[in-house]
């Protein structure tokens, strides 16, 4: 399989593999004019398995739903064929409107202007939990 290289764009890297789509899917990338590559299960010595997303184009990213998603990301700019910056992703402290409370009671479910917003609880477990109701995210899915 042959892919070009990126002479001005983006770099997503190091993404777990099989989580590759769901970036995709956060970062609405398939509504670019660009061109976007998803590679997934790449041979990676130190990951085993992981998936890569090249896009042709440099565009603002979410690092917080990056990082929710996969917080040991890399985000390489590319310009002009060179690296020129290399961003390594964290576990956000808190996200908002990423993921929904499944809480009927909770206020989000009745005024919905209102952000869903998840503070991380435990960083160890990748657990969120509900800014309002306290409730557990089910999962760091999006």
Do not use: W
């Amino acid at each position: 399989m042959n892919i070009d290289g990126i002479t001005n764009g983006l770099v997503i890297d190091h993404i777990e593999a099989g989580k590759g789509m769901d970036i995709y899917n956060a970062l609405h990338l398939g509504k670019l004019e660009c061109s976007v590559a998803l590679i997934k299960n790449v041979v990676s010595k130190k990951m085993g398995k992981k998936d890569i997303i090249k896009v042709d184009e440099v565009i603002d990213v979410d690092l917080d739903a990056l990082g929710f998603i996969d917080p040991n990301i890399t985000v390489n700019t590319i310009k002009d064929n060179e690296i020129i910056s290399k961003a390594h992703i964290e576990l956000p402290k808190k996200v908002t409107n990423l993921i929904k409370c499944k809480n009927p009671r909770c206020i989000t479910s009745t005024e919905q202007e209102l952000p869903h917003i998840f503070k991380l609880t435990n960083e160890e477990k990748r657990e969120y939990r509900c800014i309002y109701c306290e409730t557990k995210a089910e999962s760091t899915r999006i």
